[in-house]
């Protein structure tokens, strides 16, 4: 079963335009949500998670638990933005393991 | 720490061969996890380690491929026979019990 679902496989934004990046998970628990990042030739990192309720590079996810979903968001894209985006859903009884979506290549363009 | 590190960075082989893919979890991180990314199927859990036991390994494909954990500190995965479809990146993370997922830089597989 598909916990994690990012519905855009490609998304392509030009520079200075909003984006959102779309994500929804399947859990009846308490979910613990992130995003990782993957820029060109570079390993994936942690971009942000919704318990720390931060903003990180312009980035923000708010966790709506109505929706089940987790949409990663930015009011100005930057073309260094242009990267791999992975949804992630850790949840409780998996001890420790993270459930990926299928990723969205965001390209910004200029 | 130099964080996870993976080798080889970039294998080719030839259908029939013996892969063996190398991981070094950080220090301290009780949890490992190999995982596989293609263009068609995204990021795939292959196999998790918890403090060196295999706790799931539901998603290894099928009985050629392996993995291994000797000790804390050392992992591998093993493919026998290769095949061209095991093209991939194959990347091996680590955490700690509700830490961040720290990744390798993967290992770039090419099975001719």
């Known amino acids: 079963a598909q916990r994690v679902t990012q519905p855009e496989k490609l998304l392509s934004v030009f520079k200075g335009a909003p984006v959102e990046l779309k994500c929804n998970y399947s859990?009846?628990?308490?979910?613990?949500l992130f995003w990782y990042v993957q820029y060109s030739r570079q390993r994936l990192q942690l971009l942000l998670r919704?318990?720390s309720r931060e903003s990180i590079k312009g980035f923000t996810a708010d966790l709506n638990k109505g929706e089940t979903s987790f949409h990663l968001k930015k009011p100005f894209a930057q073309e260094e933005d242009s990267a791999m985006y992975y949804c992630?859903?850790?949840?409780?009884?998996?001890?420790?393991?993270?459930?990926f979506g299928r990723g969205t290549q965001l390209t910004v363009w200029p | 720490d130099a964080g996870v590190i993976q080798s080889p960075r970039h294998e080719v082989t030839e259908m029939g061969q013996e892969v063996t893919l190398r991981c070094k979890p950080i220090s301290g991180h009780d949890y490992l996890f190999w995982y596989r990314q293609t263009m068609m199927r995204g990021l795939e859990l292959l196999i998790y380690?918890?403090?060196?036991?295999?706790?799931?390994d539901s998603g290894m494909p099928e009985d050629r491929f392996s993995a291994k954990m000797p000790n804390a500190s050392f992992s591998t995965l093993k493919i026998q026979p290769s095949e061209p479809r095991d093209s991939a990146v194959y990347f091996c993370?680590?955490?700690?019990?509700?830490?961040?997922?720290?990744f390798g830089e993967g290992s770039r597989l090419t099975v001719l």
């Open positions: 992630a859903l850790l949840r409780g009884s998996t001890l420790g393991r993270l459930y």
């Open positions: 380690f918890n403090n060196n036991v295999p706790i799931d």
């Open positions: 919704h318990i």
């Open positions: 993370a680590s955490r700690v019990v509700s830490g961040e997922l720290f």
């Open positions: 859990y009846s628990g308490s979910p613990e």
